[in-house]
């Protein structure tokens, strides 16, 4: 839910992610964060949203943003009065819900309906594996031996989606706090922490689908790494070191035709039937 004054917003080119390093809402004002990808989120192992996983919907997720004062700076009254305001959504909840009740709920499941229909499929990868020897080159096909051989990247990106929502401390973000200080004022984003309370999620954040990946630089919850090949190498160095940091994270010792390969398998996880156009004009 976009308005011409927010700045950027999850975008189709982009993977439904967005190309700034940060979300831009209301005002020109700047979040800590970058959209996560929604695409194939409607198919997921765990029912979790945002990089902290503090929605446990999409209905829920779609809420959140709305009353962000950094994102849209409303509250779910003045939406619902906005939308009832305009005549031409009446005959469209009134198809949709089979009266013309408009509220917040209403609103949510309509945004949350559209984010379930951005799906993703039809790669390189996913033509090589029903069988199609030549819809993977050389390169690619090294990389994906690598991915889920080497350096084991299906332990956290698995299954159709290639992510298990789960929520994991790769270092982003850490900086070693002055001695004598408290160790966890090292991350300036807690994370999953700020949702759990429990230690153990400082500075983890949930995995995101490899889908469409290589449209949607730069990298990570708070968009510090500019390139695929520069997450790749985080991989591979084994993350930044800090008390956190994720049992699974660790060096891969990669050669630079073994980087070059699995940045090559990334980019093959590029597909289609997400691609959206725009309206040209809203109900008025």
């Not at 469409?212 to 695929?228: F, K, Q, W």
């Not at 591979?236 to 070059?260: I, M």
Request: net charge negative; hydrophobic share 35%; proline share 10%.
């Amino acid at each position: 839910m976009c308005s011409p004054d927010l700045g950027p917003c999850p975008q189709a080119r982009s993977g439904f992610s967005e190309d700034e390093p940060v979300s831009t809402g209301i005002r020109g004002l700047k979040g800590n964060r970058r959209a996560p990808p929604i695409l194939n989120s409607a198919f997921t192992v765990y029912p979790v949203y945002f990089w902290d996983g503090r929605a446990s919907t999409l209905v829920t997720q779609a809420k959140g943003p709305m009353e962000n004062p950094v994102e849209l700076g409303m509250t779910h009254d003045r939406i619902v009065l906005t939308v009832q305001g305009i005549a031409a959504y009446r005959p469209y909840f009134r198809e949709a819900f089979g009266d013309g009740r408009i509220d917040i709920d209403r609103v949510a499941e309509a945004i949350a309906a559209y984010e379930a229909t951005r799906l993703s499929g039809n790669s390189p990868f996913d033509r090589f594996d029903a069988g199609d020897e030549s819809a993977l080159g050389p390169a690619q096909k090294a990389g994906r031996d690598l991915f889920f051989g080497k350096a084991a990247c299906n332990q956290c990106h698995l299954g159709p989606n290639l992510t298990d929502t789960r929520f994991h401390n790769l270092g982003v973000g850490w900086r070693e706090p002055p001695r004598g200080a408290d160790p966890r004022t090292g991350f300036a984003d807690p994370g999953r922490y700020a949702v759990t309370l429990n230690e153990k999620d400082l500075g983890a954040f949930k995995t995101p689908t490899l889908r469409e990946v290589a449209r949607r630089p730069p990298y990570m919850h708070d968009g510090s790494v500019a390139t695929l090949r520069e997450a790749v190498l985080l991989y591979d160095r084994g993350g930044t070191r800090n008390p956190w940091l994720s049992p699974e994270v660790r060096p891969l010792r990669l050669s630079p035709a073994e980087v070059d390969a699995l940045v090559a398998f990334l980019e093959a996880l590029s597909g289609e039937g997400f691609m959206d156009v725009p309206p040209a004009s809203f109900p008025m």
